[in-house]
């Protein structure tokens, strides 16, 4: 008993500490962005099926501001690599997506999404139609010794409205970014436990192996604990600056929010990940705003200038203040 403890304490004490002296002094390089254009192929994603819409798909939208946001991260930081999870309309599972960000060793990931709220129906009359309708009278006629029921129908025509049905826009709209939850992070976990980088070399002259590999793991799961924990602080620091360029934009910036079921795709990654819902294609000007030229190189840009704030912060020799988790994080669902 005493002695597991001292090999925990061993294996596990050294690294960490060279974990957080290595954060501070010599600060990881972002090296690799994965861009996530979201959904593709059969699934179409959101639309914008109201009326006066432009019926336009959520993954058509995505899929052109990532290829402008690609172009931008390139422009600007041409020493990184930039990859794009899709580049034409392919359906990918969330799982192909979280393996392209984690085969790539991306340092970042970057989900782009169109937000979508429920249609409420309206109607309208659209003209009338002559229709005939009876008026009943009831009356009791003697039969004989009794009385027996009758009921007597009148014709009538009277005019009545045809109605028309149809979709009423959202007023919703807006650019909100979205984190994994802090509280839902394990296959965050597990993606960093399955990374071959994370396998940790440990000294072979133990005679007791169980020993060994139950340290092991014990130290493997302190460390990605670690991970998790800083990529979730790293996810918010990049997400507040996504909030923050957007709002320069002088479009409603919704700010971060989390959802407490979590989105798989930003927890399978071993990376920080955020998720942009660049605005409502349900709404009339968000839609038009995410189909215009425009309108994408202005999220794409803003995006960019997020990302380098980011880069600049994280690359930074100083060592930066840390972000309180739940700092300006709304909750949701
Ligand atoms: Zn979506």
């Known amino acids: ?42 699934d179409g994603g959101a639309h914008g099926g109201y009326e006066g819409g432009l019926n336009s798909s959520e993954k058509n939208v995505t899929l052109a501001i990532s290829k402008k946001l690609v172009t931008e991260l390139q422009k600007e930081f041409p020493e990184v690599k930039i990859i794009p999870t899709r580049t034409t309309d392919i359906y ?20 782009i999404h169109a937000d979508a709220a429920a249609l409420k129906t309206g109607s309208r009359v659209i003209g009338y139609k002559t229709v005939t309708v009876y008026d009943t009278k009831v009356e009791w006629v003697k039969k004989g010794n009794k009385k027996v029921k009758k009921v007597i129908k009148t014709p009538r025509k009277v005019e009545k409205p045809i109605l028309q049905y149809y979709k009423l826009p959202t007023q919703r709209s807006g650019t909100s970014v979205w984190l994994f939850g802090a509280h839902k992070t394990d296959d965050k976990f597990k993606a960093i436990m399955e990374n071959e980088d994370f396998n940790l070399q440990t ?21 990605a604990d670690i991970y998790v ?40 990654t071993k990376m920080p990940a955020i998720l942009v819902e660049t605005g409502f294609i349900t709404n009339y000007d968000d839609e038009r705003y995410l189909n215009s030229e425009k309108g994408q190189q202005e999220i794409a840009e803003a995006i960019t200038n997020a990302v380098k704030r980011y880069k600049e912060q994280m690359e930074a020799p100083k060592p930066v203040a840390p972000v309180k988790d739940t700092m300006g994080v709304n909750k949701a669902q």
């Open 92 to 111: 990918q599972s969330p799982r192909e997506k979280a393996d392209i960000a984690n085969e790539n060793n991306g340092d970042l990931f970057i989900c």
């Open 203 to 223: 000294s072979s002259d133990t005679t007791d192996k169980e020993d060994l590999v139950k340290t092991t793991n014990r130290e493997m799961k302190i460390l």
């Open 229 to 268: 924990k800083r990529y979730q602080e790293k996810s918010i620091r990049l997400a507040s600056f996504v909030n923050e360029e957007v709002e320069k934009t002088g479009r409603a910036a919704l700010g971060i929010n989390q959802r407490q079921v979590g989105i798989w795709v930003l927890q399978a």
């Open 1 to 42: 008993m005493f002695k597991q403890k001292l090999i925990i304490l061993a294996l596990s004490a050294f690294p960490i500490f060279c974990l957080t002296t290595q954060a501070q002094t010599t600060p990881k390089k972002i090296k690799t962005i994965i861009v996530d254009a979201g959904h593709g192929g059969h």
